[in-house]
């Protein structure tokens, strides 16, 4: 009989000793417990159903050629094809890798949606490659996994580092392999070759609309709110120009550069255009630069972490000083940390219902592409609305009903309905 064998500590694969896995089979665990499931279930949900490292050779603009590690990992399809972002970030690893791909079956899961759950990236500087060197990167990369993607198997979508272009040479290379225009490989594409409109600001007017849900329940009023932003990248500025249409008050942002901060509120649009033109907030004027993390700490009535994970811990969560805490970020609160938050009185969004505008429209995007047919903006935005205020509203009533914090909760939503659905469809054996 076969036996699964660890691999070894230090050996790069050990994704099950990585920090950014244990947190999140912490909280899957918390949540497992909640739902008395069944540990057989627990045994396969536990582990993704498939990892794939490769070798992405890149030529860089001096002739040179670089060696870069992608990673693509599939957790588990029972809802529907995997689908997830992909990640250029240096500190990508197999575990963090791993942890996401598990969170995107929750979120799938949570929102309701005919989709299961992956993740990918490359250990890689986004920002010091050229045009052409993130080109050559993301064609070869897209080469090496692309035996494992497809429309019904494996749909990417853009995360830290990536974007809509990315998305394109992503779409470029698989349909080029492939021998036919397959836009729906990817999602988050440009709207000129089959991308949706609202997919680009999806992530951050999902987490606007998530915090005025729960806004509406601690009797917290958006126009006039202080708002604090932790990554300034898609996420973060569409969050602050739709935090500002409301008449919020967004007092400080942060990206790589450092945190900027104007208590009378910075000039969003200024700020976003500034980002957009020069890839960081670096000289921007019109704020006191401090220390990025710092931000994290002002007090404020909403603060959105939207840049990496694990930012809020055991060390720093007494000091945070919010209402609403909104997680645009994947995973950027610890396991340890939320007991101290939730003493506070702060109240949570979890990452997998305050995010989930990306994915929601990247499965409209899906949908869109595999019928031809192109839905008017403003029904987009209603369906995402109604499909949020759905993941929300299941989460917080989980949470009343068996006396959970809302991130159990969240959690436990979705882990019930892969559970329901791995029961239906049996263990092929
Ligand atoms: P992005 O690459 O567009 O932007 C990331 C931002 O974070 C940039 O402003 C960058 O400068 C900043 N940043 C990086 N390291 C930082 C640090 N140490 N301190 C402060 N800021 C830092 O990425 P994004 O797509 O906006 O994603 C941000 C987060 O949201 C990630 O955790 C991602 O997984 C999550 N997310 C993104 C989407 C999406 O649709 N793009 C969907 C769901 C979740």
Known sequence: MSKFVAPPPGSGLDFESSPAYQRVIQNFEAAAAVLNLDPNTAARLRRPERIVIVSVPTRMDDGSVKVFTGYRVQHNDSLGPYKGGIRYHPEVDVGEVCALAMQMTWKCAVMGLPLGGAKGGVRVAPLRLSYGEAQNLTRRYTAEISNIIGPEVDIPAPDMG??????????????????????????????????SVLRAEATGHGLVYTTTYAAEEIGLKLEGASVVLHGFGNVGTHAALAFSRRGARVIAVADVSGGYVNEKGIDVRKFVDYASKNRTLEGVDGADKVEGDSVLTIPCDVLAPAATGHVITVENAAKIRCKVLAEGANGPTMPDADPILERNGVTIIPDIVCNAGGVTVSYFEWVQGGMNFFWREDEIDSRLQQLLRGGYERSREFARRHKTPIRTAALAVGIERVDRTMRLRGLYA
Request: charged letters at 25%; aromatic letters at 8%.
């Open 162 to 195: 990536t974007n809509e272009r990315t998305m394109a040479w992503i779409m470029d290379t698989y349909s080029a392999r492939v021998g036919k225009f397959c836009p729906e490989v990817v999602t988050g594409k440009p709207v000129d070759v089959g991308g």
